[in-house]
Each structure stands twice: as structure tokens, then as C-alpha cells.
């Protein structure tokens, strides 16, 4: 079935350090891919997100890139600051039949802990 | 601007007790709306999810249930709750066509 894996499940950096969190998608029909984060007991926000037909995507100190060859999307974030804090969560848009659904394939997050 | 409310805030149960959860959405008509189950420490499990009125899509087989009796409300029902349901309870929504879902507040349920 439709899988995605994130990896590493944790991250520890220093501040002013940049970090990385890499995810591998099985389905090769994909073509939506948001990062959200969740800060301890809030619900998960949407931070950013990248299409298919986009190979980058930059938001200030974040950025996401996109390999549909190799089926694996990252999230760099530079310049980490303690705020950053957080579990953040990889997902892909799922298919049905060979069509586009709107449902979300979650990776199972990776807590990234900024040290001041 | 779009608004998603979940309530109660907070909730303690004691097993085989009935469980209703709702969610409801403001500013925007006909939103796809999903049920997540988020245990302590974990992933986000996808219980539920609606495409309109009445039309609701099981992800994983249990003993809750989910139902959308209107347009921007979407309800979650246990008839008996095992301790295996406690979690953080996450409804979200999405434009319909999108796949940019947005989550709601959530309900943390302890099940005692």
C-alpha cells in the first residue's frame, strides 16, 4: 500500500545550525507534498508545500526540494532558531484507482530539538 | 477566513462509556473533512474521512463511527470505549480538489 518513511525520528542541532529531514514516498502518482509541524500539545500546522511540477520551494529559512525520479522530498531549515522546536511531519497526497484523492500519507514525524 | 472548531477540549471517560466528539467548520461550503487519531508520542492515523453529507469513508476498522449530518459539521461516536482510545482526536478539512488539509484545535481523550 502507500507508504511514506521519514527520516531521522529525531534531530538534534545547535542553534544557528541548519537542519534536515528527509522523506521517501512509494506512490508514484503523488504530486502534493506538505510539511507540517507540531509543537508539544498543538495541533499540527501546515508550513510548507511543494507540487509535482516543482523541483523547490523556499520560504525564508525553509525550503523544500523534490526528487520525483527518486520518489523522496526534503525539508532544509536554516539558520535554526529554539522556536523551531518541534515534531515536524513529511506527507504525500494519496491516490485511488489511478486518480487523485485528497487524502494525506503521513510520515511518522521527526522531533527536532534546537539547543540554544 | 476559514475557522475549524473541535470540542470538548479536553475529555476523561471511563471504559464502555459512549464517546461524541464534533467538529465544525466556518467560511467555506462543501469541505472535505477528516477524523485523525494522534496517540501519545506518535503519528497521525487516519480514522475517517468525507467527501460530503452522508458520505463517509472508514480508514481503519474499530469501534468508532463518523457521521456528517450537515455540510460543515462532522461528528465522531464510540457506543463503548475501549482504553485503547485515548489520544489526541484531530479533525481537519480541505478544499475540495486540495490537499492542503488544516486541523482543527483537537480534543485530548483519556479513556480511565
Known amino acids: 500500500g502507500e507508504n511514506v518513511e521519514q527520516h531521522p525520528s529525531t534531530l538534534s542541532v545547535q542553534e544557528g545550525d541548519s537542519a534536515v529531514i528527509k522523506c521517501t514516498y512509494s506512490d508514484s502518482a503523488s504530486n502534493y507534498f506538505p510539511w507540517y509541524k507540531q509543537e508539544l500539545g498543538k495541533r499540527p500546522q501546515l508550513i510548507i508545500d511543494?507540487?509535482?511540477?516543482?523541483g523547490e520551494k523556499k520560504d525564508q529559512r525553509i525550503a523544500v526540494t523534490l526528487n520525483k525520479t527518486a520518489k523522496h522530498f526534503s525539508l532544509h531549515i536554516t539558520e535554526t532558531q529554539p522556536e523551531d522546536s518541534a515534531v515536524y511531519f513529511c506527507?504525500?497526497?494519496?491516490?485511488f484507482g489511478g486518480g487523485a484523492t485528497n487524502k494525506l500519507i503521513f510520515g511518522t514525524g521527526t522531533l527536532l530539538a534546537v539547543q540554544p | 477566513s476559514q475557522t475549524i472548531h473541535q470540542w470538548p477540549a479536553t475529555l476523561v471517560q471511563p471504559v464502555g462509556s459512549p464517546l461524541s466528539l464534533e467538529c465544525t467548520v466556518e467560511g467555506t461550503s462543501n469541505p472535505n473533512l477528516y477524523w485523525y487519531r494522534q496517540a501519545a508520542g506518535r503519528g497521525l492515523q487516519l480514522l475517517f474521512y468525507?467527501?460530503?453529507?452522508?458520505?463517509i469513508s472508514s480508514e481503519v476498522p474499530q469501534n468508532l463511527s463518523a457521521s456528517r449530518p450537515q455540510d460543515r459539521q462532522f461528528i465522531l461516536s464510540s457506543k463503548k470505549l475501549l482504553l485503547s482510545d485515548s489520544g489526541f482526536y484531530l479533525c481537519?478539512?480541505?478544499?475540495?480538489?486540495?490537499?492542503?488539509?488544516?486541523f482543527g484545535p483537537g480534543t485530548r481523550l483519556t479513556v480511565t
Open positions: 481537519a478539512w480541505s478544499w475540495t480538489g486540495s490537499g492542503e488539509q488544516y
Open positions: 511543494i507540487r509535482s511540477n516543482v
Open positions: 506527507a504525500a497526497r494519496g491516490s
Open positions: 468525507s467527501v460530503g453529507i452522508g458520505q
